[in-house]
């Protein structure tokens, strides 16, 4: 599936970002893939269900899965930015983040697994 499935972006929206409701969305229907950054201990104590880790610190974005979108989180959106620049410096086109991380899936109450 491709990212204009779930467009909700207005005029003024960073294109590089997927909003709560687009991504909730995705996961529910496992459309994109989600690639955690944040280190495996922070991963470990909760993720978003079915989330792949690749940890900034061994972050290579010639890893990133293909076959689909990606999004990726980490814990306030400042890791998943600095990826996303990587993923776009290799020219991967296919990947977006979102901003809020972790804390913003969890205040909008957004599934998290062990």
Do not use: Y
Not at 6 to 18: E, I, L, M, T, Y
Not at 43 to 64: E, Q, R, V, W, Y
Not at 82 to 96: E, F, H
């Amino acid at each position: 599936m491709s990212w204009n499935m779930f467009s909700r972006f207005d005029a003024g929206s960073d294109p590089d970002v997927v909003d709560f409701g687009d991504l909730e969305e995705a996961v529910g229907t496992n459309a994109w893939t989600v690639v955690d950054v944040r280190e495996p201990h922070e991963f470990a104590a909760g993720h978003i269900p079915n989330a792949l880790n690749m940890p900034t610190s061994s972050f290579d974005p010639k890893d990133l899965p293909q076959g689909k979108p990606v999004v990726l989180i980490c814990q306030a959106g400042g890791r998943s930015r600095n990826a996303l620049n990587k993923a776009r410096g290799i020219g991967r086109d296919d990947v977006r983040h979102f901003a809020g991380g972790m804390n913003g899936w969890r205040s909008h109450n957004g599934p998290v697994t062990l």
